[in-house]
């Protein structure tokens, strides 16, 4: 059974102006993410390939089609079940290093766990774990306002594991970053699917990283291509 | 827990000046609270001292009109603490000296009421004395009025029960056996006091009623009364000055009316203070749906916030209103110096003894209402969440 698997999916966007009727972002698009190999989409801005992200993870429906977790139609979930889903199988990075601005960053990586309702000790540890593998043990008690960008986003990385999920799902995760945190941040994910043996579904613009992963689609007139 | 937690942090989150404008509504609800308890406690202190005046002198707890009850029976009630026959009737005043007349009411008891407790809490004789009844007890201010002396003969034209006519006028010139002064200057200017026995020689016993001061249980007391007699005809004294407490009862209630109106604005703030949390944190609540809490959670976290600032706004408000309750009477009396020293006049409210009260029942039910206000308008402003879809949101985050 694969974590994630992608069928017929097709979205369309209602326009702003009335009358215009709705345009197509994404056309009958099929994707399966492998256990333990990773996936890059790339294409160009605006083509749909975070729509086509957020879809997988369930943060948004399609218009046409299903999205399966671990075999689980996310359409047939209500909203608390889908939750749960979320929390436990599928980790998330953006881009924007989207961190909880009052937590530190301890705190932060702990949060989905916490959400899941695990036991605070149990949590600490774990991601004290996760941010001492990482290289932030001198850094986690500092709020995100005190950390750089790399660190930011090394917070976010231990987060998207803190839950030990069989998907990691990052949307342009080195796109804020400097060449040397993304080249750091990019070796770290790729790591992780080999060491860990998890799933890694990536969106990105860097060509280079896509194509360091095991399979690599292009997003093209809302149709996805294999390349690699 | 962690939602708690999170509501706790954004409540008073350092970010963006969120937690001044947290405090800023903490205090304003603490400041308003603390309002309605002081006004409601210095309300229901003058209040109580008019009702305690009423019920000590002018319509006692109790009235009964019985032909078989006498005092004796009803002191030996439980509950009762004390009851006294008397009898009421109206007349006019002439005093020939000074050529001034005026209609007066005059009362009579039947045992030396003067001396009962409750009595004497709001009733002094200033001179002349109150054992000496061969004459009439009039207030000082209708000494003032009449400008009467002590020992002089007023003359008095009574109703009294005729032989041919129902009522005939009966006019009598009694001395005048005293002064007194009470705490109601409405009863004062309008009643005298005389002997019982001399009055009901004049108009008769017949409509002679029993006042009584009762401590226990009202209900009780009016029940063992009906058991004694169940054709005894009883007036509470609520229903004795049912004008006068309905008035009281109904400017509480406008009160409370208009102080809710204030309330509101502060829940206004309450409301536009969460819209702007929630546009501050709009992307942390997409992101905490992206970790995997569920709708309803994020919008409890938002509604928790908004409700943390209520209690501890409220929990504030009611330990200062107490602190103030307490000290009401210090307060007063240092702002009528300052006004006696400005302008040389004392201010209304220290002339008038009170105990600023409020029941434990009056707070919680006070809490409870700037809660619920606050619930529904934390409610209103946390509305914008369920319509805000967490892709667009992060799509859109520009911070």
Redesign the interface.
Known sequence: MQPIELISITKRFRTAEKGEGEITILSNIDLGVVQGQSTAIIGKSGSGK??LL?IA?G??SPSEGKVLCNGTDFATLD??HR??L???HIG?I?Q?N??????TALENVM??A???GKK?KECKDRAVELLNRLGLADRMNHIPGKLSGGEKQRVAIC?ALM?SPEVILADEPTGALDEENAGEVEQLLLDLVREEGRSLLLVTHNQDFAYRCDNVYLLKNHVLTKEK | ??GFR?AF??AF???RGQRVTSIMILVGIAIGLIALLVISAVMNGLQNAQMDQLRNLESFDLIIKSDTLQSEHVRYIYGVDDAFRFLETNALLVDETSETSQSIRIRAFDGDIYDSKRMSQSFTVISGSKDDMSGVLYSYSTRNRMGIRYEDSIKITFLKPGKTATIVPYTAKLPVSGFFSSKMSEFSSSTAFMDYEKLSGIIGSEDSKIAVYVSGNMKTVIQSILALDPDAQIITWQEYNKALYSALMLEKTLMYVFLAFMFLIICVNLKNSTRRLLSNKQ??G????????????VNAIFLGQGLFICIIGEILGVILGKILIANIQNILDFVDSVVFSVSGQKTVLALIPFNASIGNVEILFVCIFIFLLSLIFTAIGCRKIYRS???EV??N?TY
């Open positions: 975070s729509t957020h993870g943060l948004d909203d608390r939750s749960a979320r929390n436990l998330f953006f924007s989207l961190l909880l601005e009052d937590f949060a989905p916490l959400i899941a605070e987060r839950n | 827990m962690f999170t942090r954004y989150s350092k970010t992307k942390e997409a992101m905490l749906r992206a970790l995997g809490c569920s709708r309803k959670k879809e967490i892709m992060i799509l985050a």
